[in-house]
């Protein structure tokens, strides 16, 4: 008999971490959530490290990366540590978060819409870094880079089939081998609905002359 495939849209058990609401409410700060695809991207930092990249107070990103750990998130590195400089690096190497399985309750939607909330900032952050990068770009980078924007008319279900069709396959890239001239690629994907435009007030009815 054979075996059902995984569901593309499932949890990675070695991959992801599965955020539960304590996790959520740390994620709530997009800085946050920035320090977590670094470390990510980059491999293991200091907060001196991090302070510096991302401009901020060294008390600031101290805080931040006490409030990571103690969510479970990161961890310090006591390989590379020293008496001096304590590093962190990312416990998973993914994030997963289903809206859909979250319970009715109002406190639970919202630490769903404040994790959006925050992940979207982070995100629009880390495409005003992407700016400032964009002209040092080789040419061979430049030669494969994306950008684009399609505007489709789904349905949630339609949606979630659409969800899972692109994880497929992003999840095949994943995994391949690594090779010298890899590095670190960055792919977006939003699927949100518009804002709906306001109505338009309708004109009062003019009085009888």
């Given at each position: 008999m054979a075996l059902e495939p995984p569901d593309p849209l499932a949890p990675h058990p070695e991959r992801d971490v599965v955020l539960d609401t304590a996790a959520l409410r740390v994620l709530a700060h997009p800085m946050r959530l920035s320090f977590l695809h670094h470390l990510r991207d980059h491999g293991p930092a200091t907060g001196r490290r991090l302070a510096a990249h991302f401009a901020l107070d060294s008390g600031a990103v101290s805080y931040h990366l006490r409030k990571l750990a103690a969510g479970g998130l990161i961890e310090e590195d006591v390989e590379r540590g020293t008496r001096r400089d304590r590093w962190w690096r990312v416990k998973a190497q993914g994030l997963y978060h289903d809206p859909a399985t979250v319970e009715d309750?109002?406190?639970?939607?919202?630490?769903?819409?404040?994790?959006?909330?925050?992940?979207?900032?982070?995100?629009?952050?880390?495409?005003?870094?992407?700016t400032a990068d964009a002209p040092h770009l080789s040419r061979d980078w430049l030669n494969v880079t994306m950008t684009s924007e399609r505007s489709l008319r789904?349905?949630?279900?339609?949606?979630?089939?659409?969800?899972?069709?692109?994880?497929?396959?992003?999840?095949?890239y994943r995994d391949l081998p690594a090779e010298p001239d890899a590095r670190p690629v960055s792919l977006h994907i939003h699927a949100l609905p518009p804002p709906e435009l306001p109505s338009e007030p309708r004109p009062e009815p003019r009085p009888r002359q």
């Open positions: 309750g109002e406190g639970e939607q919202e630490d769903s819409r404040a994790y959006l909330h925050s992940t979207l900032l982070a995100y629009g952050d880390a495409l005003r870094r992407y789904l349905t949630p279900a339609q949606l979630t089939d659409l969800k899972r069709d692109l994880v497929a396959v992003i999840d095949r």
